[in-house]
């Protein structure tokens, strides 16, 4: 066995970095799905296997300096975790993934998961046998290592906010009115809205026209937000010195700072600072916190106002903090009354033996009174009532009944809910539990903890919308998580070093981790925005081929009864392996990973029987393959890089270019229900890489022979870029398309007549651009063809006419030109400009060009050859005008840089 286990770990990593090179999915052959895999060459097999090899005897090699020999742990112990992976070999087994879909999910993007999961229990074993070590941590004074848990938040959340900042994600939803308030407090002096919205003041760091949010006006007829004005007091003079960029960096210091008094007080009260990194790691790793450490929501404001309240020994800086919540946001308010009593009134019932300190209650209403009357004369003042809800007007959104579906579904939502994107939260449970058997002050802090979480989950589950509008999940709780650090510690000190339990909690740590790094780093963040319509986008994107969601809560979709019972299924599912997992009597870490990966897997596959065996009403929606819009096996086609491919039924070897004729999409009848941003012939749209395809427009038999057209959308704004006609007496169409670039919008436009006599629509590629040789560019938004140059757009604010279309002022615009292979003449553009001395900036690979524009004469500049058939171009002009600043009868709000026209693109 000292052999089997290295040798073991070597073949299943070797084959697992074989396969995840690969890709999976399924093709309609006769109207029935064949799994099918495209593969790197076979050759790569034994190279992948070789390279693991190596990375064995390196290991084995850092072993023996590493540690005496009367010290050292066998190969097999350092490397056992790794047979984990061979769960990732599953899918690409015959029969049983096509009899268990749900299996073939392994063989996407969730295999990532697996692979970091493993990992961090591989840096768990080393760390348990002395191969690793963070003993410089452990020698730093409490200020220090508190100091430095600040800095790792501050670089998790700075990294992040780098990655998904300045998109269409952020600042979004109701992140720019926060910032319109903020404005104008530092340029007016005062919270009336109308006039900042007027001059569009939100153009700074948000490119659409925005609406002021109100719902009934103030007392003198002015338009004040419906938003809470404590965050965007806090922020006006941070937005004065440097703009939204110096919002982030405020918003990131209260996180880190946040972060850092939770570690400091976890650390203090448990006695361990590995305890304390292992709350720390959970909480600020987490999709529901990182997300919502640098929004400009009143969440991290009030999640530092809360740890404050929860760590300080001052009464006065006590009900300072609680009485700074409610200016936050009321949903904080009952949540600053319950700090401010269980901070001053320790409930001696509990605790046992604590006096009631007269004098520090005093001291700690006193600022919280005055704060909170200062907020009801807040109200008083701008609406001429002191009730907080004078805002909303007649709009009422919170009724206890709400809590039946509201309170559970931030817990456990699929979409929405704190469990699902970071499942070691379930910890706090278990901890407070060893907090309150362990009685005196500890029992006291559990009750505390409960009380607080408690008022924040019974507030905001109150709300009709109690996901938050438009959020990233579990934002309505993300004040309150900081608070669990003190729980989930206890649970990870309660757990023996070594043992399969302390192996399950880093599994599950590991896990949530992951989760945020694939919603930070894929599809463009675009998983983070879900669209309220009980689907998980993440279980969408990790099972495009199986109702994974199944196997989730939907406290939107279901009624809350049947959302109950299936949240319950998991709970009873982790509590059993829980169980489980506190009865293997291990301390051999390599035994615990083994047996904490067992119990995960045991888990996942009784909840895979008995969810499916629970109420489903109304149904979740299915799996149509037919209705698909895009095909994994498209998206990553590559000659090179994954030539060979396997057909599941009947088995048998094959080529990635035979194969490529059946992976066809299509559209018909009725296949389709989701509406389109763009109106496209049976909601037919369709996401294909660069290549040449093939369409077929069937139409139904006996049809008039009346003509009409049929035109190709590509992007969601913009004109068709071709138009064909057509007669529907001919029964099919065959039409040609080249697409130069990758595009996630192609659709075929026609009209409603044009549409009832289609059948279907049918997409077979003929040629398909490699992955590894496609130009990589932002996503395609819209397209417009002139003459022989099809001008490709990477910014929705661009709206392209017949003639040309204007760039945005004062900020780079992203295109890209393709024009006619084999044309000689290189693309020009000609740029017009409505402002005198503006310089405008046009830049590619290798290439920029500056020129300066008055607002008569228009400039040719002739860009240079492209790369792969395209120009990837960036515009940037240092000055604009907006139409309706010249044009009172213009409701054109948007800043213009300059006019672009393809002079040379025209027939």
Not at 244 to 269: C, F, H, P, S
Not at 425 to 452: C, F, K, M, N, Q
Request: aromatic share 10%.
């Amino acid at each position: 066995m000292q052999r089997a286990w290295p040798l073991a770990a070597c073949l299943i990593t070797g084959a697992a970095l074989y396969v995840g090179r690969g890709v999976l999915d399924a093709v309609l052959v006769d109207g029935r799905a064949v799994r099918v895999a495209l593969l790197p060459p076979w050759e790569s097999l034994v190279g992948f296997l070789l390279l693991t090899g190596l990375g064995l005897f390196l290991l084995h090699q850092f072993n023996r300096v590493r540690r005496p020999a009367a010290e050292r742990a066998t190969l097999g112990a350092l490397v056992a975790p790794a047979v984990g992976l061979g769960v990732l070999l599953v899918p690409f087994t015959p029969v049983l993934p096509d009899r268990w879909p749900v299996v073939q999910a392994l063989a996407g993007p969730m295999g990532w998961l697996v692979w970091l999961a493993v990992g961090g229990l591989l840096l768990w074993t080393w760390w348990q046998h002395g191969l690793i070590a963070a003993g410089w941590f452990a020698r730093r004074s409490l200020a220090q290592a508190t100091v430095m848990i600040g800095l790792a938040t501050a670089v998790v959340s700075g990294v992040t906010a780098a990655r998904l900042t300045n998109t269409v994600l952020f600042p979004a939803g109701d992140e720019p009115h926060y910032l319109v308030i903020a404005q104008s407090l530092w340029r007016d002096g005062d919270f009336k809205i109308e006039n900042n919205h007027q001059r569009g003041d939100y153009r700074e760091y948000f490119p659409r026209d925005l609406e002021p949010h109100y719902l009934t006006r103030g007392a003198d007829g002015e338009i004040y937000s419906i938003h809470p004005v404590g965050l965007p007091i806090v922020l006006a003079p941070v937005y004065a010195l440097g703009g939204y960029r110096a919002v982030l960096l405020a918003l990131i210091a209260m996180a880190a700072a946040a972060a850092a008094l939770m570690w400091r007080w976890v650390a203090t009260a448990t006695g361990s600072r590995g305890a304390a990194t292992f709350a720390w790691a959970v909480i600020a790793g987490s999709a529901p916190f990182l997300f919502n450490s640098f929004t400009v929501y009143p969440e991290i404001a009030a999640a530092l106002a809360v740890m404050v309240a929860m760590t300080t020994r001052n009464p006065v800086v006590l009900g300072l903090a609680c009485g700074a919540l409610p200016w936050l946001s009321t949903k904080y308010a009952p949540m600053s009354a319950v700090l401010l009593v269980t901070g001053t009134v320790p409930v001696t019932i509990v605790t046992g033996t604590v006096p009631v300190s007269i004098s520090a209650i005093a001291r700690a209403a006193g600022p919280y009174g005055t704060l909170l009357a200062a907020w009801f004369a807040f109200f008083y003042w701008i609406w001429g009532t002191p009730m907080p809800q004078a805002p909303y007007g007649a709009m009422v959104q919170t009724t206890p009944w709400n809590l039946v579906f509201g309170a559970p579904g931030l817990l456990f939502d699929q979409e929405y809910g704190l469990l699902p994107y970071a499942p070691a939260y379930i910890l706090a449970a278990t901890g407070l539990w060893t907090l309150w058997r362990a009685g005196g002050d500890r029992r006291w802090t559990a009750v505390r903890i409960v009380l607080v979480f408690g008022a924040l989950l019974g507030t905001v589950g109150a709300f009709r919308i109690w996901w938050g509008g438009s959020a990233s999940p579990g934002r309505p709780l993300a004040s309150g998580l900081l608070v669990l650090g003190l729980p989930i510690a206890t649970a990870f000190a309660a757990a023996p070093m070594g043992s399969a339990r302390r192996a399950g909690q880093h599994l599950l740590m590991w896990i949530g981790a992951g989760i945020a790094l694939t919603m930070t780093f894929a599809q463009q963040g675009f998983l983070i925005a879900n669209g309220r319509d009980g689907t998980s986008s993440l279980l969408e994107w990790w099972s495009p081929r199986w109702e994974l969601w199944t196997l989730a809560p939907s406290f939107i979709h279901h009624e809350a009864a049947t959302a109950l019972a299936h949240a319950l299924a998991w709970l009873v599912v982790a509590g059993a392996a829980a169980w489980a997992l506190g009865r293997v009597a291990t301390r051999k870490p390599a035994t615990a990973t083994l047996a904490a990966m067992g119990a995960l897997g045991a888990g996942l596959i009784a909840v895979s029987v008995i969810l499916p065996a629970l109420p489903d009403d109304p149904p979740m929606p299915r799996v149509d393959l037919r209705a698909r819009s895009r095909l994994p096996a498209l998206d990553h086609y590559d000659t090179r890089a994954r030539p060979a491919a396997v057909v599941f039924d009947p088995l048998r070897k094959a080529s990635a270019t035979e194969m490529l004729p059946a992976m066809t999409l299509s559209v018909e009848p009725g296949l389709r229900s989701d509406p389109q941003p763009v109106r496209v012939l049976h909601n037919g749209r369709f996401s294909l890489p660069a290549g040449t395809y093939r369409v077929d427009v069937r139409f139904a038999p006996g049809q008039p022979a009346a003509a009409d057209t049929v035109a190709l959308q590509v992007g969601r704004v913009g004109p068709p870029v071709d138009t064909w006609s057509v007669a529907p007496a001919t029964g099919t169409l065959i039409h040609t398309v080249h697409l130069p670039l990758d595009a996630g919008f192609v659709g075929f436009r026609g009209t409603r007549e044009m549409e009832q006599v289609i059948e279907a629509i049918t997409i077979t590629p003929v040629a398909v651009v490699s992955e590894g040789e496609r130009a990589h560019t932002p996503p395609v938004l819209g397209a417009a063809q002139y003459g022989t140059s099809l001008v490709l757009l990477h910014d929705d604010q661009v709206d392209p006419e017949s003639a040309g279309f204007w760039v945005l002022g004062r900020r780079p615009t992203a295109l890209s030109i393709a024009g006619v292979p084999e044309a000689a003449t290189p693309t020009t553009l000609r740029l017009r400009s409505r402002v005198g001395g503006n310089e405008v900036t046009l830049r590619t690979r290798g290439w920029r060009r500056v020129v300066t524009l008055d607002a008569e004469t228009p400039v040719d500049v002739e860009l240079p050859a492209p790369a792969h058939g395209v120009v990837e171009l960036t515009i940037h002009t240092s000055s604009g005008f907006s139409p309706s600043d010249r044009d009172a009868a213009s409701r054109d709000r948007r800043f213009l840089g300059v006019w672009v026209e393809v002079p040379n693109g025209v027939h």
